[in-house]
């Protein structure tokens, strides 16, 4: 029977990851400790990989889904800093249970792949893949965390501020799921 950090590894592998995900999957595999994601704690004490397009959020289960940090292009792409703000309010009402459902099967035990549309003001739009992957831990509220990376990178004139649009939703999501039902 495969244990979790198996499971783990057939969930990445299923998901087809491409460039900088597939690496940020890897290095997230390689943090594992007995039998477990790497904790919050491993992403502030040790050097990660693309940390400038990496979004750390800490969920409570069908309450809220709070952005604790977030890196440069995430920021550059949203055209403000998302860091303490609450990523429901970034969604319309009609979506905040979808993705506050999505991203709590993440925190539960599952790596999320989803592809999300980014507009260039002077150039075409492009489609950049989104990776999600569980920290292990809960806090006394229940709260978990979670990480999301974009392979999206700033290019030409998308290096300047608000020259890009993009949003909180995704065009495409799939989870696989390595612990749970």
């Not at 592998?13 to 999957?25: E, I, K, M, V």
């Amino acid at each position: 029977m495969k244990d979790d950090f198996q499971r783990a590894q057939d969930a990445i592998a299923s998901l087809r990851l491409t460039g900088h995900n597939r690496d940020l999957a890897g290095q997230w595999l390689s943090f594992w400790k007995n039998g477990k994601p790497p904790p919050l704690e491993t992403y502030r004490r040790l050097t990660w990989l693309h940390t400038e397009a990496t979004m750390i959020s800490r969920i409570v289960r069908g309450k809220s889904l709070e952005c604790v940090s977030a890196g440069p292009y995430l920021n550059l792409a949203m055209n403000f800093d998302l860091a303490g703000k609450d990523i429901l309010t970034l969604v319309p009402p009609d979506q905040r249970d979808v993705l506050l459902s999505h991203w709590w099967e993440v925190a539960e035990g599952a790596v999320s792949l989803t592809y999300r549309e980014f507009k260039p003001k002077e150039s075409a739009p492009g489609i950049a893949q989104n990776l999600g992957l569980p920290f292990s831990g809960e806090e006394a509220d229940g709260a978990r965390h979670v990480l999301m990376h974009s392979n999206w990178r700033p290019s030409g004139s998308s290096w300047i501020a608000g020259n890009v649009e993009t949003g909180m939703l995704a065009s495409t999501r799939q989870l696989a799921r390595f612990r749970g039902p």
